[in-house]
Nanobody, 119 residues
Framework: VQLQASGGGSVQPGGSLRLSCAAS???????MGWYRQAPGKQREVVAS???????AYADSVKGRFTISRDNAKNMVYLQMNTLKPEDTAVYYC???????????????WGQGTQVTVSS
């Protein structure tokens, strides 16, 4: 299973970025999420989406970030608006699912993409 994240970069406060993550080599997915880790801090969940479309967000990003997924393409997106300096971190996509129909549920991580919000 491979997860390929993209879309990070540098932006000024108030700007927007859209992260994408493509999952390949996986049979079924039941959870997709975005996490982030700032320097000196623990990795934290930012947003998640499960089968059926239910979403959840960290309080710090509610109203600014939107997670979505394309089931046909096994992709998950994170639209980030009104970015703040405190959003600066490495963002990771996370997928939970089965590699094959007969394998147990497992968790997979993308390589991370840097988001820097600075004036």
């Amino acid at each position: 299973v491979q997860l390929q994240a993209s879309g990070g970069g540098s932006v000024q406060p108030g700007g927007s970025l859209r992260l994408s993550c493509a999952a390949s080599g996986i049979f079924s997915i039941n959870y997709m999420g975005w996490y982030r880790q700032a320097p000196g801090k623990q990795r934290e969940v930012v947003a998640s989406i499960i089968n059926g479309g239910s979403t959840a967000y960290a309080d710090s990003v509610k109203g600014r970030f939107t997670i979505s997924r394309d089931n046909a393409k096994n992709m998950v997106y994170l639209q980030m608006n009104t970015l703040k300096p405190e959003d600066t971190a490495v963002y990771y996509c996370n997928v939970q699912g089965k590699r094959r129909s007969y394998t147990p549920n497992n968790e997979y991580w993308g390589q991370g993409t840097q988001v820097t919000v600075s004036s």
